[in-house]
């Protein structure tokens, strides 16, 4: 079983910046792909990024293409998104998820985060 608590997010106005964590405990994230999926009021959960168990794949929405950035840690168990040029339509609850063999799909991940709030607005 692992564990997931993401972190980081909150309100920031467009053209701002956040970064998001996601802190994997009582098993390492080494050997997970590890995906980010956002999803807004009244929206189903669309896939954002993901990245490879090495960290040298990375594959991303092209809605996010340019401004997020997944990076990851696996010496302190911790998968990153950097988010740059905010828009309002980035405003979603953003989730962290490990152990997938698609990554781009949400159905195939086994772990998942509760999310984190990031609104975007002036």
């Known amino acids: 079983q692992v564990q997931l608590v993401e972190s980081g997010g909150g309100l920031v106005q467009p053209g701002g910046s956040l970064r998001l964590s996601c802190a994997a405990s009582?098993?390492?994230?080494?050997?997970?792909?590890m995906g980010w999926f956002r999803q807004a009021p009244g929206r189903e959960r669309v896939f954002v990024g993901c990245?490879?168990?090495?960290?040298?794949?990375?594959v991303y929405a092209d809605s996010v293409k340019g401004r997020l950035t997944i990076s990851r840690d696996n010496a302190k168990n911790t998968v990153y998104l950097q988010m740059n040029s905010l828009k309002p339509e980035d405003t979603a609850v953003y989730y962290c998820?490990?152990?997938?063999?698609?990554?781009?799909?949400?159905?195939?991940?086994?772990?998942w985060g509760q999310g984190t709030q990031v609104t975007v607005s002036s």
């Open positions: 009582s098993r390492t994230i080494s050997n997970y792909i």
């Open positions: 990245i490879s168990r090495s960290g040298g794949t990375k």
């Open positions: 998820a490990a152990d997938s063999t698609d990554c781009t799909r949400a159905t195939s991940y086994n772990y």
